[in-house]
């Protein structure tokens, strides 16, 4: 099966400026989550969506960060204004079951976003 | 709240030796745990998760884990390692109830020829 794609692979931006990250999740994995990798740390649980509804966005800076799945397969992520500390690797992942602990997590190979 | 600590940085290892890579974590009521493994230019791939039942778990590439409640560790494990085992492994839990992962900062597996 396909895995998990996204795009861009790397980006550079300027604080301040707006962002975008594109996810396409494993064909029919109702569940897709976006997490932050900060260097030299876990990732970090963003949002988790449910099909086209948000599960959680408790750990989201809604000030700057949004997430959309508006039809329930494709994802995008932005970040507007940007932060030095926005500087990351941001990763997508899909699930068949919205349980965690009743299917495995599969990541996409990440956006490396470096902020100026 | 829920954590995850792997005390070493990097595990060094010869090839053919056994490979442990530590984990402790401090949840509050029982802990589900898993690893997962991350390659060079690659996504995070699970491994093996603990739920319930046997506290020895095997998972995908020949590595287990044990779940010890005394000791709040879930150690991973493989009895003899190869250089393609060379990656990026991260601990991770979540307390009944609860549907965050909670990563710790990982440890670089170098295994050498």
């Known amino acids: 099966e396909a895995g998990v794609a996204q795009s861009p692979r790397y980006k550079i931006i300027e604080k301040r400026q707006s962002v975008a990250f594109w996810c396409n999740p494993i064909s029919g994995h109702a569940t897709l989550y976006w997490y932050q990798q900060i260097l030299g740390q876990g990732p970090k649980l963003l949002i988790q969506?449910?099909?086209?509804?948000?599960?959680?966005d408790s750990q989201l800076p809604k000030d700057r960060f949004s997430a959309e799945r508006l039809k329930g397969v494709d994802s995008t992520l932005k970040i507007q204004p940007a932060k030095l500390e926005d500087s990351a690797v941001y990763l997508c992942a899909s699930s068949l079951d919205r349980l965690v602990m009743n299917s495995p997590l599969h990541f996409g190979n990440g956006t490396r976003l470096t902020v100026t | 709240a829920q954590s995850v600590a792997q005390p070493e940085d990097q595990v060094n290892v010869a090839e053919g030796n056994p490979l442990t890579v530590k984990c402790t974590y401090s949840?509050?009521?029982?802990?589900?745990l898993f690893w997962y493994v991350q390659y060079p230019n690659r996504g995070l791939q699970f491994l093996l998760k603990?739920?319930?039942?046997?506290?020895l778990v095997k998972g995908s590439y020949g590595f287990e884990a044990e779940f010890n409640k005394s000791q709040t560790s879930f150690h991973l494990k493989k009895p003899s390692a190869l250089v393609s085992d060379s990656a990026l492994y991260f601990c991770?839990?979540?307390?009944?109830?609860?549907?965050?992962?909670?990563f710790g900062k990982g440890n670089q597996v170098v295994v050498i020829p």
């Open positions: 991770a839990v979540i307390p009944h109830g609860n549907n965050r992962l909670a």
């Open positions: 949840v509050s009521g029982n802990p589900y």
């Open positions: 603990y739920i319930t039942g046997d506290n």
């Open positions: 969506f449910q099909n086209n509804g948000v599960v959680d």
